[in-house]
């Protein structure tokens, strides 16, 4: 106790030695406030994050000039000096750079490609703060438009980035809050602006950290290998049953997929791992429990537990005769290989990179998956994932 109050009394005294007659030094924060409707799954539920890494300016308000900056990506915060005989406004951005300096940019729309932003403090005196930590919260819905929280999307998304980014450098994530078709709905798709980008609607893009997750993950897993999305054969394949009542047989059209659906694996392969992604920020690794919100229908699903999904629910313990998936069980596959066998993330987007997801075709899918496991891994580590794949059931 009585050390720390030396350390803070030295720190005072010197940023005073070194200030002009005006300057002051001041320490500023800043935080999202975030009402997910899954905000209590997964290890991570508090009703603030950190903003880590995000974009704010700072304006004199008298001369109008301008300093941009990025607070820290560790704690959201900044030191800066300020002039204690003007006041500024402080204007916080949907903009955040992470761990490796890869940028996270939530955008309005393609047509109007700019960033969100906050005034957090219209009239802010450095003279009163001098000496205190200023905390600055963007609010889920300022000015009272609830289907904006344009703050619940850059905290999961920045946070997803900070935590897991599979060895990339210097990349900008591009996300819209607009969705994916006329019809709604979240996706990556083609930027109109030039690349790939995220698409978050309204009801699901902003309200669950999970879904959020997610499209990151799909953009990421995109970014690894060579800015190419997976070439997956869609949705539309059913159970043979074809028994609509089915969970199995979800996947009736082509755009709608389902946790529990038989699909044809590229589809299946592709979105287990932008859930394993989701599941991976939102759980701790090091707890033996694992818990995934279902934005399908808003059950909360254990990512943990249970295994071969597909063969066991809708084959009752046979041997699928397609080259079909379920998303489920591709989940489970990936996180047993990051937790049980002790395999990084990192190895994990290197195998997905090397089996070229962009050429796939579903008779070969799991076998090119095998292959760059076993380029990519060492001999025990190899024999673990294989194990898992046959436990989990998406190799047999
Ligand atoms: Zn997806």
Not at 9 to 33: H, M, R, S
Not at 105 to 121: C, E, K
Not at 191 to 201: E, H, M, T, W, Y
Not at 222 to 240: F, I, M, P, V, W
Request: overall charge positive; hydrophobic content about 30%; charged content about 25%.
């Amino acid at each position: 106790m009585i050390r720390w109050a030396i350390i803070i009394g030295l720190i005072c005294t010197a940023g005073q030695a070194w200030a002009g007659p005006a300057d002051t030094k001041v320490k500023l924060c800043f935080k999202y406030e975030v009402d997910y409707r899954d905000r209590a799954v997964g290890d991570w539920t508090d009703t603030t994050m950190i903003a880590r890494g995000v974009y704010f300016y700072v304006q004199n308000k008298t001369t109008g000039s301008k300093t941009f900056h990025w607070a820290s990506k560790e704690t959201g915060c900044t030191t800066l000096t300020l002039n204690a005989r003007y006041r500024y406004s402080i204007r916080m951005q949907s903009k955040a750079k992470v761990t490796n300096d890869n940028i996270i940019t939530l955008r309005v729309s393609p047509d109007n490609p700019i960033n969100y932003g906050w005034t957090a403090d219209a009239d802010f005196s450095p003279m009163q703060k001098a000496g205190r930590v200023s905390t600055f919260t963007w609010p889920t819905h300022p000015g009272g438009d609830y289907s904006i929280r344009v703050s619940n999307i850059i905290a999961a998304a920045s946070f997803s980035l900070h935590r897991r980014y599979g060895g990339l450098k210097n990349k900008t994530f591009v996300a819209y809050r607009e969705p994916c078709n006329p019809s709604g709905g979240s996706c990556l798709k083609n930027d109109p602006n030039g690349g790939l980008a995220v698409f978050l609607s309204a009801s699901g893009g902003t309200r669950n950290k999970f879904q959020i997750s997610h499209e990151i993950g799909h953009l990421l897993a995109a970014k690894r290998n060579q800015n190419e999305r997976t070439n997956t054969s869609g949705y539309g394949l059913t159970h043979q049953s074809n028994d609509k009542a089915s969970q199995c047989a979800d996947a009736n059209d082509d755009y709608k997929h389902h946790f529990y659906s038989e699909e044809y694996v590229s589809s299946a392969a592709n979105e287990g791992l932008a859930h394993f992604y989701a599941a991976a920020i939102w759980n701790s690794p090091n707890d033996n429990d694992c818990d995934w919100y279902s934005y399908y229908d808003g059950s909360t699903i254990s990512c943990e537990t249970g295994r071969k999904y597909l063969i066991n629910t809708c084959y009752g313990g046979q041997e699928p005769k397609l080259d079909t998936g379920n998303e489920l069980d591709w989940m489970r596959f990936w996180w047993d290989v990051h937790t049980d066998c002790d395999i990084n993330f990192e190895p994990i987007m290197d195998i997905w990179d090397r089996s070229n997801p962009h050429k796939w075709k579903d008779r070969k899918v799991v076998r090119k998956i095998m292959r760059a496991a076993r380029k990519r891994l060492n001999k025990k580590d190899y024999r673990c994932l294989k194990n898992e794949a046959i436990g989990n059931g998406v190799k047999w």
